[in-house]
């Protein structure tokens, strides 16, 4: 940090290093010509050689040819965002992406970028943060260059009420890429935890702002830990967490986790928007581990146990006390009774 600004490093859909990375891992092993490189980045060749070498000092490594052009050996070990976009299908996430290397949550910035007229779809990363946010006024572990850290602004036509309905978004968008990039078997914990053989490894902190009846944004906080050693997890934690790399025994490629999360996002996003609530809320039941399970429910009020039936409309939980009276929980912890 220097003078107070932070250092961030930004990529927009249309820059040269999006187009260049994306073409090379497009051909994987294959060398890409300098003239190939040149055409789909709509460059001329000296820029291109200019780039590569922006992108030497950056981390990338790239091997060079003289008779068969380039291809890319290396990809740094941290969150570039031009490599997390490369080849990102998307209609609405990541236009602008930026990378923190250090800042204090990646939703406070995003929280003054929206304020400052930021485009849906907008993407914060941060290597690590120092003040990262879990729910509940709690700390997030948020070690450097090992874990994800990401928010997400979006701007949906939804009424507050509703707003709740995009924390099982991101939850089921974070379980799919699990599953999509890990042999492991992802489960949801209502509302906002992801466990992994009922260990905690990523958390959701959604926050929004609304004017009167409409939403005016909403930030989708996401921390996934990917490669954090056991050492790194703080001796308090209230509940198991682990990693993703401490559960399957292998270490997780970062910069392609996030670029299948953004992509699932992006997926689940558009269902919602053109299809509503209900199609996530299906798959969202379906990786659940609380439904008809019996829980206790810890609020802040008097703590009580039930029966999970399902969920509603805006994504409260469904309890079904031992008087027989049917209760919808809108926030709190939940635990299985065993
Ligand atoms: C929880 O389970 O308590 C929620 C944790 C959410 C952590 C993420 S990391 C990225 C984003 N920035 C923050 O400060 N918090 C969220």
Same mark, same amino acid.
């Given at each position: ?5 932070? @250092?961030?490093? $930004? ?46 000092? @950056? ?67 941060? $290597?690590? @943060?120092?003040?990262? &946010? ?8 948020? #070690? ?12 949906? #036509? ?5 707003? #709740? ?23 949801? &914990? ?9 260990? &905690? ?32 997890? #703080? ?104």
């Amino acid at each position: 940090m220097k003078s107070g600004v932070e @250092q961030r490093i $930004e990529s927009h859909a249309d820059d040269i290093d999006r187009l260049l990375l994306s073409s090379l891992l497009k051909e994987g092993a294959r060398y890409l010509s300098g003239t190939d490189l040149s055409d789909s980045a709509r460059v001329s060749r000296t820029s291109v050689w200019k780039r590569f070498e922006a992108l030497r000092e @950056q981390g990338f490594v790239f091997e060079a040819i003289p008779s068969r052009g380039y291809r890319l050996v290396k990809l740094p070990d941290f969150l570039y965002p031009a490599a997390v976009a490369a080849g990102m299908i998307a209609k609405r996430l990541g236009e602008t992406l930026i990378t923190y290397p250090e800042t204090g949550s990646t939703n406070a910035v995003a929280a003054r970028l929206a304020e400052a007229g930021a485009k849906e779809g907008t993407v914060v990363l941060a $290597e690590s @943060q120092l003040q990262g &946010k879990g729910r509940l006024g709690r700390a997030w572990a948020s #070690p450097p260059g090992v874990n994800l850290y990401a928010s997400v602004l979006l701007r949906p #036509p939804i009424k507050p009420f509703d707003a #709740p309905q995009l924390t099982l978004l991101s939850a089921v968008a974070v379980a799919r890429t699990i599953r999509a990039r890990t042999p492991l078997t992802p489960v949801i &914990k209502w509302p906002n935890d992801i466990l992994v053989n009922d260990r &905690k490894v990523a958390g959701l902190l959604n926050e929004m702002t609304s004017e009167t009846d409409r939403v005016a944004t909403v930030l989708l906080g996401i921390g996934v830990n990917l490669n954090m050693t056991r050492e790194q997890f #703080p001796s308090d934690l209230r509940h198991p967490a682990s990693s993703l790399l401490l559960e399957g025994g292998e270490p997780v490629d970062r910069i392609s986790f996030t670029r299948c999360l953004l992509e699932e996002l992006d997926l689940l996003y558009d269902r919602y928007l053109a299809g509503g609530y209900n199609a996530i809320r299906e798959e969202w039941v379906s990786l659940c581990g609380v439904i008809t399970r019996r829980v206790r429910v810890d609020d802040g009020g008097a703590a009580r146990e039930g029966v999970v039936e399902g969920i509603n409309e805006s994504g409260a939980l469904l309890l079904r006390l031992d008087d027989g009276r049917r209760e919808a929980v809108y926030s709190g912890d939940v635990s299985v009774v065993v």
